[in-house]
């Protein structure tokens, strides 16, 4: 019999060492959120790409604002695009005008995009969707990146940018909406998405465009703004047999839909869905009620850009006008939700465990888009409140609560309506995120928080943190 030799215990590398360190560190302390969780794992992260990549670093403490590299010269600029890793793959422009080729990109984004962290739902975008997504005015055809299997022709990944113009604070500028990366399940763990990401960028700087941003879930070098998600049930039951939200007993249930219910119809007199004829006062109110409030906007400088955006398209985008009934044709508000069904992958609520064989196929979701409503009300305080106050200064303060008071009140109005409209539409939930106004609604109109957070990154520029209320910009 051969002698045994002695066992040595396996050798962990540093950076696994580092990981199991920060991992018994945040087991030993429960009372830690997510976001601190994730912030003291970023402290010792390593980001080989974007360590390489015009964007503030994790520990950098960001003072002012501004670009950090100027704008390329032509010959700086790579001609060609990136090798890819192998032969067996080629670069491709995804025509989104083409239906054959729209099919392709529905195809892989239904099978590879994002699922939550249970594999339980995953976005399930519709092709008008991406087409409304994709195809803003002037969009670059050949923003929209792909990658085929050079022998069989199949779309393997994909990376989108559409152009806009963004206010950061003072700041606008002509910046690319980064979206829509996606990798077919068997390319990743091979560095692709940074391939993809420096692709597109080259295409976009080809065009004179040097600043973008983007949205991710996970946190990278380094956000600008960090949101959560609030959700508003409108089915509850269905909710929960699909393990959207808890399992309840029938008692809790019944309770839930009674809180959850909503009136048979919408109360605001002169609410009517928008029309061409609105596109100009949209624009002007989206645009004042943007700037005023924001301190990250989007810019909209065209009709033609609100009516691509904003007026109703079935299925896809619902807008709704307050058309002042004492003077018909002067639109005093506005609010829009967008359809983004989640296909259910498998269920779990109801029965406590996950089913192979989902009942539904999916969790129809509406999500809040854009809204615009008055911001100046003559507020006066009274001689009591002034004396109250003890300065110019507070007093400053107290019309500014006044008028926010004001402005909650008509947010409330105008978003009961929404959930209704959205409810009537076949929703099961209305989603948004803590950025605008929208705190001054959720608790009373009983959202609830979410597990999810959305985190705004911009690129090739620096910008000193904004918190989630002052984000006016909708990431689709």
Not at 100 to 121: A, H, I, P, R
């Amino acid at each position: 019999m051969a002698e045994k030799k002695d066992e040595q215990p396996a050798m962990l590398s540093t950076e696994k060492l580092r990981e199991l360190i920060r991992s018994l560190d945040m087991q030993a302390d429960p009372t830690r959120t997510r976001l601190e969780r994730e912030a003291a794992a970023e402290k010792d992260a390593v980001h080989e790409f974007w360590s390489t990549q015009p964007v503030p670093q994790s520990s950098e403490v960001v003072k002012r604002d501004g670009a950090l590299h100027p704008p390329l010269a032509p010959e700086q600029i790579p001609q060609e695009p990136y090798a890819l890793p192998t032969d067996a793959m080629e670069w491709c422009v995804v025509d989104v005008e083409d239906a054959g080729e729209m099919k392709e990109l529905y195809s892989l984004l239904t099978e590879n995009y994002v699922e939550d962290s249970d594999s339980m739902f995953r976005f399930n975008y519709s092709a008008d969707f991406l087409t409304w997504a994709l195809m803003p005015p002037g969009y670059q055809p050949e923003w929209h990146v792909g990658v085929r299997d050079a022998s069989t022709k199949k779309l393997i990944a994909f990376i989108s940018g559409v152009p806009l113009d963004m206010m950061v604070r003072d700041k606008t500028m002509a910046m690319a909406e980064i979206n829509f990366l996606c990798l077919h399940k068997s390319l990743r763990g091979q560095r692709m998405t940074p391939l993809l990401i420096k692709e597109v960028t080259r295409r976009i700087h080809l065009k004179g465009v040097f600043q973008a941003v983007y949205t991710v879930g996970k946190l990278l070098p380094k956000p600008v703004s960090t949101c959560r998600y609030f959700h508003r049930s409108l089915d509850p039951k269905k909710l929960m047999e699909t393990g959207f939200s808890q399992k309840l007993s029938a008692p809790e249930l019944a309770k839930v839909v009674s809180a959850m219910r909503l009136p048979a119809a919408t109360a605001l007199p002169g609410l009517r869905l928008m029309r061409k004829g609105d596109l100009g006062q949209v624009r002007k109110l989206l645009n004042r009620f943007l700037k005023r409030r924001f301190e990250i906007v989007p810019v909209f400088r065209t009709d033609a850009e609100i009516a691509h955006w904003l007026m109703p398209r079935s299925g896809v985008v619902w807008t709704y006008v307050v058309d002042d009934p004492e003077r018909p044709g002067r639109i005093t508000d506005f609010f829009s939700f967008y359809s983004l069904p989640s296909a259910v992958l498998k269920e779990g609520g109801a029965r406590g465990r996950a089913s192979a064989r989902p009942t539904y196929k999916s969790v129809n979701a509406a999500y809040l888009f854009y809204y615009g409503t008055r911001d100046e009300y003559d507020v006066v305080l009274s001689d009591a409140e002034k004396q109250g106050c003890g300065g110019a200064k507070q007093e400053k303060q107290l019309l500014k609560a006044k008028t926010n008071a004001l402005i909650k009140e008509r947010l409330l109005a105008l978003m009961g309506d929404a959930l209704v409209l959205a409810k009537n539409s076949g929703f099961d939930v209305f989603n948004c995120l803590d950025m605008m106004d929208n705190s001054m609604f959720i608790r009373e109109l009983r959202f609830g928080p979410g597990d999810g957070y959305l985190r705004y990154y911009l690129y090739n520029y620096r910008a000193r943190e904004i918190e989630s209320p002052r984000v006016g910009f909708v990431m689709l």
